[in-house]
């Protein structure tokens, strides 16, 4: 039927096939083994078909060029290499591959090679290979090379200039590293490599994601083992610590510092003394721990010392952190963040995230999206489109753990002006002091970033949310839309958030029938937004306000398309209100075809066409409480024999509580 085929057709493969060089060992002592790219190639992994999701990049060429003088050229100085430059494993040997990643600065794919010299005086020159992201603006190559123990050090040139020379002790990185241009475009293109997995797939947690050794370059960089099956390494964040447990375990892997503002009571615990936590630049003036509430605030006693802010330092970049103490410190981290704390610090000289510019230069994979609703996404590519255009790519973490891909549609990213620290926003580098003392980089610090683009940009969250949408929307594609295309991705976004919202209607009613009692209902409209453990995972009050959203960003699209016919293709002859009327014919025939199917409380599937979903909008204010069953929350109507299966229900005095809060939902006030 039409409905499936919708689902069908959605998205792109953007399954690759890496093919890298492959390498032979030099035959004799002071000899060089040169190898060029169509010399029997290795296939070290297949991720699927090799039917890719853009027009593949440009081939690094190869031409028979002349020797290059290696031993003659310049090696550039700590500091001044050109171009962004890592080696991993930190410490090469003979289990896995070294590799040698190179960013290109400019997006264009040059010729380059990599020597790799080995303690018996021999050498081999290996090609690039490009390596294979959906951003259209990442331009990256690597270098593969199997025999590692006995490597002594690799020199890489691009075009006729050495961008950097590296010896068998400097592997593990520049000496004390810090959060420079080049660890920032390391960083993207980790992200961008990381997310390159078909956009209909879903991961069950984000450890599967840095577990997948063919997406993730850094896995077991640090030769701990820790990122094999047998690790104790944990990495389960939620949708608002998602970028920054990302963040923490980019920084983990090349020793780069990272500690975020906290706050203590003498009352609390002893702070641990081991590597990776330590205290400095008390502060009172940092935001607490708590998310915004509605409710007064308790009475304190009088003589209760109030909390004093540290900086919590998880990686001070000194030496390797142990896989648990990385799992403690993302544990602090992780009940440190949630998007209420994200909003309310707001580009404060302590807060964890900056607000940027809302430019392609600024948008690079790796930038968090803090949402009106109470959900954080991540940029993780501007893929290619029709007529040269882009397609913005997010991904996401839920409470669940599951990790997911969305390609942006208007009510994907909700941005509302005056809602604290809301829009795009990048990470506030933690900087280390002379007097081996760490802070978060000063808003003035951060202006002078010589990576202009990550400067901070506090006007941003001055604009209106019709020119966010248009600006973000030119963005992609600054060319006319083509709008059934346009309007057909609205329906398919509209049918996702259906589709993942039954998944967790499902999911919750097995755990709420396994449980002895209800689920409490937050005390507060702001909590209700906020709720913990439970009620975080199974409650649905900001997917339903997400979900109402699309209905009228879905029923409003016609008229949209009629007031503004710059922004939209039309066939020759066609006025703006014919176009309207087509596409009302097209969305009258899809609420009829395309449609939910979620699973009743006797475990019998019931489907729901998008017309029924349109009807029971209203019923969708008081949906969200995980203690009714699942015919409640698709608001199957009372005495029904869609209802008929459904004896599990929230108690009174909580439905008296949800009334009171229906006035967020009419209001469309988003989770504060």
Known sequence: MAGVQLFATRGRSCFYRLTLVGLGLASAPGTTVHRNAPAQPVVLFDVGPAKPLAPEPPVVATPPSPEFAWDAALCPSEGTEPLAVLVTPRVPSNSRPTRVLVVLDDGELRFAEARFSYVD??????????????????????????????????????????????????????????????????????????????????LSSSLELVRREELNFLHSHLGLGEDDPTSPLTFAPDCADFPLALRLYFAWKLGLPFGFARSWRPSDERLPSRLGVSASRPSDESPSDESPSDESPSDESADEVPPRVFFDVIIDGKSVVRVRDFVEGLKRLSDRVSAGVLRQQGGSEQSLLYPVALSRASLRPGTPFIDAFSHVSIIVAWAPSTNGGRRLIVADAQPSGMVSLHRYVEGRLVYRAGRGGVGFQWYRPTARLPNETYTPTSNAGLSRRPDAYLRPAPGEAQRTEAAFAETLDTLEDPQPREPVARYLELHEALLEALQSREQIVKEGFKRRLAMPSDTPVPASARMLFHGVGVWEADATPCRDLRLLGYLRNVSSFPQAVESNPARYERPPGETSAALRSRLEALGARWLDELGVTYTRSDGTPFRLSLREVYARRSKFEMAYNPNDCPEVRWGAPAGSEEQRPCTQRAPAVQRHTMAGYRSWFQEGYGCE
């Open 121 to 202: 005086g021999t050498s081999t020159v290996v090609t690039a290979s490009p390596i294979e992201v959906r951003d259209a603006d990442t331009r990256s190559v690597e270098f593969v090379e199997r025999r590692g123990s006995d490597l002594a050090s690799v020199k890489v040139r691009v075009g006729e200039q050495v961008v950097a020379c590296r010896v068998k002790a400097t592997f593990r990185g520049a000496p004390r590293r810090a959060w420079d241009a080049h660890a920032e475009r390391l960083f993207s293109l980790w992200i961008a490599r990381l997310f390159s997995f078909e956009e209909r797939e879903l």
